[in-house]
């Protein structure tokens, strides 16, 4: 997962919105979103990484989503263990257990962002904040592939836009709400090179990576996923697939009452 924009009671009707892109190699073997468990952790609705395990983003039963975003870091090594199974433990353990986990295995992992969320408040994790652990609360963020809020232009471009389509979505309007914030996701304009960020890779890879879609035959977006949560107890999940050169994949679409 690569660009997420999340907002926190910004709506009244909707108190928890999240919009993600996962940007990855196609070659990469991968599951589509649906309900499924991991050892004796509770179930999540989540798509799967079938080479390493775990997923990128997860919601539980109650609405609360987990999601994971690697940092570019140019030639990193790999991690001992894999990213993908932050949000399952995001989701499956307890505030206080997920922290003293991750503080004595952050070292252990590549360069991450993890967020929990729920329609009150948020938490946010990186192994490579100066500060790791803190909460978020109320207010709509962006988090790529660096530390939350860090101002690159897919970053600020989606969160601006988010916080406009939230501003003008009604109540009983969730169906629209997650057409509205796919078409915002499928933005494929690149950034000036005047405002791309310097992460190691070179600048003709910054280009490639700068829209908030990424549109390539070897890498790029595979999945869009929304989630909404109402203040009636309504949760709803669209994932939209892609395939090379965005061409549309398989869509999916899940809701149910707290």
Known sequence: MCLIAFSLGQNPDYPLVVAANRDEFFRRPTAAMDWWQEGDQPPVLAGRDLMSGGTWLAVNRDGQVAAVTNVREGSAE????????????????????????????QDEYSGFNLIHLDGQSGWYFSNRDAHPGRKVHRGTYGLSNHLLQ????????????????LADTPAG??????????????DTTPAPDRDLPDTGVGLETERFLSSPFIVGSDYGTRATTIVSVSRAGEIRVTEQGWRPMGQTGERREFCWQR
């Open 78 to 105: 790999p991690g001992r263990i894999s990213r993908g199974e932050l949000p399952l433990h995001a989701l499956g353990l307890s505030g206080a257990e997920l922290e003293q986990r991750l503080s004595q295995h």
């Open 150 to 165: 860090t101002p690159w232009p897919k970053l600020l471009k989606l969160r601006h836009a988010m916080s406009r389509t």
């Open 173 to 186: 309007s969730s169906e629209p709400l997650h057409n509205a914030l796919i078409k915002l996701l499928q």
